[in-house]
T-cell receptor, first 120, second 116 residues
């Protein structure tokens, strides 16, 4: 259990276009999902916390108008990179905590496989 | 602000050697502590976690970690590594405010290479 998927796994787009990345919790419900960005040879940087049915909470320095997050259901959150530029090329990872689990708090996060975005 | 530091960026061991990866965090309040592993080409997987109770936590694949509150540390150990343990290991901390779920702060990761 606790499987998180991401789609697509990799995407190449032209500069100026928008790209949508989906994050799904396949076998559990997630009130809260998280979006991270991982730079080469560096750690994961939290971009935003996605809350089902409400606005996302962005970390300092992350442009909310550029990285649009929607959490429309308890199993799906989307990250849209708008007007992408080469500097947005990165590995984007989502995670989710299990809601209403009998023994596990939502503090335990399960990670998706990531999406490699390349902006030309 | 909370931070997590992993002192070893790159570790090379031979099979059967013992492993200890250091992790220190800076936060004076209640924390949840995690170790995640990322095998080559795969996503992050939870190795073990500490929320409360026995500070010596056992995880999957023979890993364990010890929470030492006075040292703000949560070091990962394995008595005998295998080639299949080659991966990147991340320590993470979740600082709790009033019981609400909070974000994970990750260390920079330690790349472990086990030579057969």
């Amino acid at each position: 259990g606790a499987v998180v998927s991401q789609h697509p796994s990799r995407v190449i787009c032209k500069s100026g276009t928008s790209v949508k990345i989906e994050c799904r919790s396949l076998d559990f419900q997630a009130t809260t999902m998280f979006w991270y960005r991982q730079f080469p040879k560096k750690s994961l940087m939290l971009m935003a916390t996605s809350n089902e049915g409400s606005k996302a909470t962005y970390e300092q320095g992350v442009e909310k108008d550029k990285f649009l997050i929607n959490h429309a259901s308890l199993t799906l959150s989307t990250l849209t990179v708008t007007s992408a530029h080469p500097e947005d090329s990165s590995f984007y990872i989502c995670s989710a905590g299990r809601t209403s689990h009998p023994t596990e708090s939502t503090d335990t996060q399960y990670f998706g496989p990531g999406t490699r975005l390349t902006v030309l | 602000a909370q931070s997590v530091s992993q002192h070893n960026h790159h570790v090379i061991l031979s099979e059967a050697a013992s492993l200890e990866l250091g992790c220190n965090y800076s936060y004076g309040g209640t924390v949840n502590l995690f170790w995640y592993v990322q095998y080559p080409g795969q996503h992050l997987q939870l190795l073990l976690k500490y929320f409360s109770g026995d500070p010596l936590v056992k995880g999957i694949k023979g890993f364990e970690a010890e929470f030492i509150k006075s040292k703000f540390s949560f070091n990962l150990r394995k008595p005998s590594v295998q080639w299949s343990d080659t991966a990147e290991y991340f320590c993470a901390v979740n600082a709790r405010y009033g019981g609400a779920t909070n974000k994970l702060i990750f260390g920079t990761g330690t790349l472990l290479a086990v030579q057969p």
